[in-house]
């Protein structure tokens, strides 16, 4: 099967509905080990010692808030220069994951923040760079719901998606360009990982699961979309033949 | 495996990730039943798109 039969939604159905069951045992399994590895394996932090565990799960997400938003990106590029509308629907689908999982990069860090830093909140540019990035999703998921038409609200929701990229080169080099109370980078950054392989791989791990959680929650999301988008067009044809 | 003085941080910050991730599952789950719903409401009533005809 070419790539391209893939964007035939009704082909997309077929295949993700044989893949999903496959991919929600990975997801399981994988978060197993992750959790067993964080849990019983991985060792306290010389400085931050018990707490560096809310690490594993503030990473991934914090790594997803930004992927998510890539992912968005590169589909309302699929609906602006081909006009499919699977790529609107992954796009779509994929906001309210990326805002559950920029909540949870927040909350999070709000939490570790507290008694490694003795603040819940500061408005540095990392936290700050992040917050705006979870009003965005909230704004796409609103203009998603404000227009009726989803060809319309594609389009309008695939040009705030590609502006609000712009976001993201500044929530990675925050850090970097201004003085934070956030750690620089530790894993990708030149120079390789300044993490000790203990803690390091239980964190890949657990960004591996939730990658895949993401992946099955977003062909799930996706599948939904195909077929609310059925039922809007039986709707309309039922007005229409009413009329 | 002791948790140390922040415990309650930790485990508040596990807890929160649960509550999200078991939301997310709950949301896709009963979309998905809600949409099936409507599609078989149409169908029942004799409503299908012209795709599914030419299928037929």
């Known amino acids: 099967m070419a790539l391209i039969d893939l964007a035939n939604p009704t082909r997309f159905l077929a295949l993700t509905g044989r893949i999903l069951p496959w991919l ?3 997801t399981v399994a994988v978060f197993a080990i992750g959790l067993y590895l964080v849990w019983f394996v991985a060792p306290d932090d010389y400085q931050q010692g018990a707490t560096v565990k809310i690490m594993f799960i503030h990473v991934p997400n914090a790594w997803l808030a930004m992927g998510v938003w890539a992912v968005m990106s590169i589909a309302s590029i699929g609906t602006l220069v ?19 999982f920029t909540f949870l990069a927040l909350l999070t860090g709000s939490l570790w923040g507290r008694p490694m830093w003795g603040t819940y909140w500061v408005w540095d540019a990392r936290l700050t760079s992040v917050l705006v990035l979870f009003l965005m999703y909230l704004g796409v998921i609103a ?3 404000t227009v009726d038409d989803p ?56 960004a591996l699961a939730f990658l895949l959680l993401f992946l099955t929650l977003h062909l799930a999301a996706m599948r939904n979309e195909i077929l609310r988008r059925r039922v809007r067009t039986m709707w309309l044809m039922q007005a229409h033949a009413a009329s | 495996m002791t948790l140390g003085p922040h415990a309650a941080f930790i485990i508040a910050a596990y807890a929160a990730a649960l509550a999200v991730v078991i939301g997310l599952i709950s949301w896709v789950i009963a979309d998905h039943a809600e949409q099936r ?10 409503v299908t798109r012209r795709s599914d005809k030419e299928a037929a």
């Open chain 1, 24 to 26: 929600a045992i990975a």
């Open chain 1, 82 to 100: 081909w006009r499919h509308p699977l790529a609107d629907v992954a796009a779509k689908s994929a906001a309210p994951l990326g805002a559950a």
């Open chain 1, 143 to 145: 203009l998603w719901r």
């Open chain 1, 151 to 206: 060809t319309r609200a594609a389009r309008a929701a695939a040009i705030l998606t590609l502006v609000g990229a712009i976001n993201l080169p500044i929530i990675k080099f925050s850090v970097d360009w201004w003085n934070t109370l956030h750690q620089p980078a530790s894993l990708l950054r030149m120079g390789g990982p300044a993490i000790h392989p203990s803690i390091l791989t239980p964190l890949l791990v657990m």
């Open chain 2, 37 to 46: 719903r409507l599609l078989a409401d149409f169908e029942a009533r004799g």
